[in-house]
């Protein structure tokens, strides 16, 4: 079991950063998925970021440029970089992980692939 929990959302104006915490506790493997998910009510749950135990990142097209995933394994939390915000970016900010890893790295956008979830943590932007 992996137990996951976010920080540092919060509201900002368009333009400004803010970075998201993901504090992992419990059992993990060896080989191992942590992504970063968003969902709008009435929308489905959004791939954002996600590394792997190699340290390999990928991004959703919509944050390319302006997100960073990274990872201190030495404090077991994994962290998003948001930069130049858009009210677009406006959700609910998910924390997710899959470990052992069970499937390919294309897959790992998709919100089925991942056996943990953090509760979220807001994140709006206004224009």
């Known amino acids: 079991q992996v137990q996951l929990v976010e920080s540092g959302g919060g509201s900002v104006q368009a333009g400004g950063s803010l970075r998201l915490s993901c504090a992992a506790s419990?059992?993990?493997?060896?080989?191992?998925?942590m992504g970063w998910f968003r969902q709008v009510p009435g929308k489905e749950r959004e791939g954002v970021a996600f590394?792997?135990?190699?340290?390999?990142?990928s991004y959703a097209d919509s944050v390319k440029g302006r997100f960073t995933i990274s990872t201190d394994n030495a404090k077991n939390t994994l962290y998003l970089q948001m930069n130049s915000l858009k009210p677009e970016d406006t959700a609910m900010y998910y924390c997710?992980?899959?470990?052992?890893?069970?499937?390919?790295?294309?897959?790992?956008?998709?919100?089925?692939?991942?056996?943990?979830w953090g509760q979220g943590t807001q994140v709006t932007v206004s224009s």
């Open positions: 419990g059992h993990t493997y060896s080989t191992y998925y």
């Open positions: 590394t792997d135990s190699d340290s390999r990142t």
């Open positions: 997710a992980a899959d470990s052992p890893a069970r499937f390919s790295p294309e897959f790992y956008l998709r919100s089925w692939a991942y056996q943990y």
